[in-house]
């Protein structure tokens, strides 16, 4: 059973449109992440969500929505793509969002390319 | 604020030998947590090992072992017995009471070789 799935593993499109991400996890776990990989491998958290709700928000820009219907999930919605937000998107969890100890479960990334 | 830094980007590892991965961080957090995760050419990135501050003794998880040197705020890990499978992109990463985000390094590619 996959703990952190994301859809779709690929996504190519062009500059201008309206795109979303779907993460979901299945471990029971109240925290929920957005990071960035860009090409050069680093990677930077853009949302954190604790049950459902937003915790941080590290200066993304506005065409970046992220949305969390329930604590299982927190898909991410991008408007008006550039082709600077070509990267890899990786969602994750932790069972905690205080505390230092709870290691972040990734999901396989989505590979976004924008032409 | 929180800093991670890995200064090796690249290394080569003869199989079945031991390989050290540097990572120092900066932090005026007291409590804080140290990570490493492997990310294979595959893409996806897997956690491998945990040190928390205030830890007595580094961390193993088999293979691996983490050299934490607190004064030196350095935190190493540590793969012993290199298997080609060992090749992948390794990141060092802290968290701290920052909402449970982590903050990675740059990362060191590992490269074993037969």
């Known amino acids: 059973d996959t703990a952190v799935s994301q859809t779709p593993k690929y996504l190519v499109t062009q500059m201008g449109n309206d795109k979303s991400i779907k993460c979901e996890q299945n471990?029971?776990?109240?925290?929920m992440y957005w990071y960035k990989q860009d090409s050069k491998k680093f990677l930077k958290i853009m949302f954190s969500?604790?049950?459902?709700?937003?915790?941080i928000n590290e200066t993304v820009p506005n065409r970046f929505s992220p949305k969390s219907p329930d604590k299982a999930h927190l898909n991410l919605h991008i408007n008006s793509l550039e082709l600077g937000d070509s990267a890899v998107y990786f969602c994750?969890?932790?069972?905690?969002?205080?505390?230092?100890?709870?290691?972040?479960?990734f999901g396989n990334g989505t590979r976004l390319t924008v032409t | 604020a929180q800093k991670i830094t890995q200064t090796q980007p690249g290394m080569f590892v003869q199989e079945k030998e031991a390989v050290t991965l540097d990572c120092t961080y900066d932090?005026?957090?007291?409590?804080?947590?140290l990570f490493w995760y492997k990310q294979p050419s595959s893409g996806e990135m897997i956690f491998l090992i945990y040190?928390?501050?205030?830890?007595?003794q580094n961390a193993t998880e088999g293979r691996y072992s983490l050299n934490f040197q607190k004064a030196r705020k350095s935190a190493n890990l540590v793969i012993s017995a290199s298997q080609l499978g060992d090749s992948a992109m390794y990141f060092c990463?802290?968290?701290?009471?920052?909402?449970?985000?982590?903050?990675f390094g740059q990362g060191t590619e590992l490269s074993v070789k037969p």
């Open positions: 994750a969890s932790s069972q905690h969002s205080t505390g230092s100890n709870s290691p972040l479960h």
């Open positions: 969500y604790n049950n459902k709700e937003l915790i």
């Open positions: 040190q928390g501050s205030y830890d007595q």
């Open positions: 990463a802290m968290s701290g009471n920052q909402g449970g985000k982590l903050i």
């Open positions: 932090t005026s957090d007291p409590s804080y947590g």
């Open positions: 471990l029971g776990h109240d925290t």
